[in-house]
């Protein structure tokens, strides 16, 4: 599944932004969409995971001002980011979880830089 995301770029502390991102399959084929994010110097982590039949997964630093929706009609994953940080600099992949033939696929989108000045 190749997952196309849009959004990002520079804002300030206190502000929002908000990442799309459409992947090329139905969604509801999928396991689970969301976000992650990787700081520089840090490793990758999961930002907001949306497991269908489940619900959604927050980390512990955005819960209360990150927020993962779904637009069924336009097949596409959002997330509202509120009240952003500096910390909450870095790139942001679309992330989504398939089964397939026996075996779970991860796929990634290409990354979108968010950039928050304080």
């Known amino acids: 599944v190749q997952l196309q995301a849009f959004g990002g770029g520079l804002g300030q502390a206190g502000g929002s932004l908000r990442l799309s991102c459409v992947p090329s399959a139905s969604m509801h084929s999928l396991n689970a969409v969301g976000w992650y994010r990787q700081a520089p110097g840090k490793q990758r982590e999961q930002v907001a995971v949306?497991?269908?039949?489940?619900?959604?997964t927050y980390a512990d630093s955005v819960k209360g001002r990150f927020t993962l929706s779904l637009d069924d009609a336009k097949n596409a994953v959002f997330l509202q980011m509120n009240s952003l940080k500096p910390e909450d600099t870095a790139v942001y992949y679309c992330?989504?979880?398939?089964?397939?033939?026996?075996?779970?696929?991860?796929?990634w989108g290409q990354g979108t830089l968010v950039t928050i000045s304080s």
């Open positions: 992330y989504a979880d398939r089964y397939y033939v026996g075996n779970y696929y991860q796929d």
């Open positions: 949306l497991t269908f039949g489940g619900s959604t």
